[in-house]
């Protein structure tokens, strides 16, 4: 239990101050303890750091699953671009989801190996559920035949591309890049569509 406690103290600061800002020997005062009795359960900072972080993305992950499992009636359409608005406000309300995004843009150089270990299979993971969202869609007839792969991927590169506007920018800044993107991301899709169909060349007598 005392692990648990220290790792949610550990997910505010971390969270509030980076990894350089946060402080052992706080977050030992907020949870009532003193500092050496930390290492009774973490090795030091960086196993704390570590712990927490992973964590941090487990429960990102599990709200992510929540929001679409919440959403499934909802057209596709806008179960995606909810998802951009959705994220903003996980940022400002959820430690995990702050925490989480900040050590994607600024890891701490001494364990960015470490960090990005968790970061690849967090993406990696979105993608396919992404995917599979997709690849149902089309299956229940929300979406004709797309490729499925191409379009999740470049809607995670759309939400790399605006989410910097979380940490540097504003609300205002980051809706204003939805409003004015989404539409190209949707229309993408379908163009996608058209692509992938096959081109039947004028006077084919097979047709």
């Known amino acids: 239990m005392t692990a648990h406690l220290i790792r949610d103290a550990a997910l505010f600061h971390f969270a509030r ?16 303890i003193k500092k050496p009795s930390i290492y009774a359960h973490f090795s030091g900072k960086d196993d704390l750091f570590l712990h927490t972080l992973a964590h941090a993305f487990k429960d990102v992950q599990r709200r992510t699953l929540e929001y679409f499992r919440d959403h499934a009636d909802l057209p596709l359409e806008q179960r995606l671009k909810g998802l951009l608005i959705w ?13 989480m995004l900040r050590m994607c843009y600024f890891p701490p150089l001494s364990l960015y190996s470490e960090v990005m270990d968790l970061v690849y ?21 929300e979406l004709q035949a797309v490729p499925a792969e191409q379009a999740a991927i470049a809607f995670m590169t759309f939400l790399d591309g605006i989410t910097v506007e ?8 980051y809706r204003r890049r939805i409003e004015a993107s989404w539409p190209v991301y949707w229309h993408g899709i379908h163009h996608l569509i058209q692509e992938a169909q096959p081109v039947v060349p004028k006077g084919d007598s097979s047709s």
């Open 17 to 32: 101050d980076g990894y350089e800002g946060a402080s052992l020997r706080a977050i030992a005062d907020e949870v009532g």
């Open 87 to 99: 994220f903003e406000q996980e940022y400002n309300c959820n430690a995990s989801a702050r925490f």
């Open 121 to 141: 299979p967090f993406l990696d993971g979105m993608e396919r559920s992404l995917r599979r969202l997709l690849q149902r869609a089309t299956r229940k007839g």
């Open 166 to 173: 979380i940490i540097y920018g504003s609300s205002r800044r």
